[in-house]
């Protein structure tokens, strides 16, 4: 087992009527200057809205409003929110949405106190902040994890860059299930493939000797497929499924599952790329690329895909080899995403346009714990397959 | 899922070495005074001693030392720690040692900042201390997990009572297999035993529906089980197992396992009067009650243990009953706790004594989450059984 350090900063309130429970124990703990961040205003038309800003006064908080924290959040957006909070003097930041708006939060909490500007800390200095004004966060929509660490996907317009800045933890979350039914069914499901995704591209890095942070991964991704094909089939009315997906977001992202491993997220950065070109949905985007990166990487790691197949996609190996095992684990992947309702292919997504794969497959970032270290050739190709 | 509220605040140091990088990131942030507590002084004829105190010296720290906890710690070796601690007005409490050492200073921690008696606290005033001097755990006997949690095994001498004490949970762990190789093979098993017993108390409990925590759990109870028997085998040698097993401990008292679960520790709670009146090795004590108590148990959960014994103990459905299932899971059990050389009744500790057996079952708490909430009468009746 690889050495490591391992800290998991955010106490979680889990639950039905979780958010009143947390603020009642959270709020007290921080100063009366709250910053109410939030999306598109969903939340206003839902009532979550309204239900944590009465929350906020009955607890005598000084409310100011950051809304319009777009979906693949801006550079200039975090900036803007950094102003803000330095203007009015928050003591705590309470991002309320998907992991856009959580992201966004991470990464204005942290450049909220850094003089310098936090991308060129982190991508000219290569410095990581190490204080960020204080932040809780309540998850409408769920998928991501991002509430369960510091990292954030912060698309930078001007360098047509989407990638991961350093934030700042969550010293608290709020996860009621009842929640992501204020969020539209697609997006629950592509937020739980998003889920999936983690876990995948987690467990397809190294080292692949069986290890107890890759024997946990099979049970959160078995429960991940299991509960979005029953979601799925009861049109979104299965509570249960909804809560065990929410919870398995939430440890496919908090760390335990990476522990002794050097990831791979592969798919990730390509499909970082796909959304900072085409503003596309990141659940989908994966979704769309992710059968066919696997195709061209199993052959690299037979063994380990051949293992996801036969222990996440119920493969039986009838004394086939690895990599037959792995293929028939992919197409079983394939057939989940269809059956769920997401795309499998980048047309699907109105993506067709070569110059704009071209694009994606040169600024991808190649990562080193892949099956596979990629070309941007190679991207290129498998990019032009998935269409 | 029900609903929870979760927080880990133990930073884990995890590999070889990991000790002295650990203190070089840790030891700065206290003020001077250290208290070094360990047991027998074991770890002064192994080297640890000095590697540990030799760090202290050079961060520039004052050392007091705190030996001589025993196994099963008394609550009066607490109350000495907690006199030497605000006497020498120490800034941090380190650890050195097994889940004794460990669950001693969580006491000691709490009770050297609160005015009143720790246990009237608890157990007459219900309530749970809040502050408590800051605690680092250096682990050498793996396998309570005690450095995850707050929970402290204290055994009160004058009133015949061991049970759990709250007491303040360590800011950072340190975890390196290699020092697991200063304890005897025996105890090294004894603790991974304990481990695999706090997953299959917590398994048990309920909901017994499929949940993500019990999925989990079964692949820490595989690889504990898988584990156990390669070390053995192995005579100690096998680095990777003991890697393993010792992450395994953590992650079953983390508390991540216990998400959404109220557990049963029905065994535990058994085994803790044991321990206080016959001194008993605890993992020992546990392996000679599980498999009689569980024979008792089954039928009122059949569906549970049955799942136990496929998951966990390979056991081949065959067409038969949940509890004939859980029934051959139960001898699988049994013959794993022989095969790695631990007893399986309590004669072969010694224990015969049927007024000892009286008075264990007469004092042991009897646990709300248990398949079948017992009687004295059967406590005593399967005691008897077990001998």
Chains 1, 2 share one sequence.
Not at 69 to 88: D, F
Not at 180 to 203: N, W
Not at 284 to 299: D, E, M, S, V, W
């Amino acid at each position: 087992m690889n050495e490591f350090v391992f800290s998991y900063p955010t106490k979680n309130y889990f639950g039905e009527g979780a958010a009143k429970k947390a603020l009642a124990a959270e709020l007290p703990k921080y100063g009366k200057r709250v910053l109410l961040a939030y999306g598109g205003g969903s939340i206003k038309r839902n009532g979550i809205y309204e239900e944590i800003r009465s929350l906020l006064e009955a607890a005598g908080k000084e409310v100011t409003d950051f809304p319009g924290i777009m979906s693949n959040p801006t550079y200039e957006k975090v900036q803007e929110g950094a102003r803000l909070v330095r203007i009015k003097d928050i003591d705590l930041i309470l991002a309320v949405g998907g992991g856009s708006v959580s992201d966004c939060c991470k990464a204005v909490s942290a450049q909220a106190r850094l003089s310098e500007d936090l991308y060129e800390y982190e991508y000219t200095a290569h410095q990581v902040p190490t204080q960020g004004v204080p932040l809780g966060v309540i998850v409408t929509a769920s998928g991501t994890g991002s509430e369960q660490n510091a990292g954030a996907v912060i698309t930078y317009e001007e360098k047509h860059w989407k990638g991961a800045l350093w934030g700042t933890a969550a010293s608290f979350a709020v996860l009621d299930p009842a929640y992501t039914k204020t969020v539209p069914m697609r997006q629950v499901i592509s937020g739980a493939f998003d889920t999936l995704s983690h876990c995948m591209e987690t467990y397809l890095g190294t080292p692949r000797e069986p290890n107890l942070s890759d024997e946990m991964n099979e049970a959160v991704m078995r429960s991940v497929v299991r509960n979005m094909k029953n979601l799925s089939k009861s049109e979104g009315e299965d509570m249960a499924a909804r809560s065990e997906l929410m919870w398995a977001a939430a440890m496919a992202e908090n760390g335990i599952l990476k522990i002794g491993k050097t990831t791979d997220f592969q798919a990730h950065m390509i499909e970082h790329q796909l959304g900072a070109f085409t503003d596309c949905n990141h659940g989908c985007g994966l979704a769309a690329i992710q059968p066919t990166l696997y195709r061209h990487l199993a052959p690299s790691a037979p063994a380990q895909y051949a293992r996801l197949a036969r222990e996440v996609f119920g493969v039986e190996p009838a004394g086939r080899t690895d990599l037959a095992q792995a293929q028939e684990g992919i197409d079983r992947l394939e057939r989940l995403i269809r059956d769920v309702g997401l795309p499998t292919r980048l047309h699907e997504m109105g993506i067709t346009d070569e110059r704009i794969l071209r694009a994606v497959a040169d600024t991808a970032v190649r990562m080193p714990g892949c099956a596979k270290q990629l070309t941007s050739e190679e991207i290129f190709a498998l990019l032009k397959e998935a269409v």
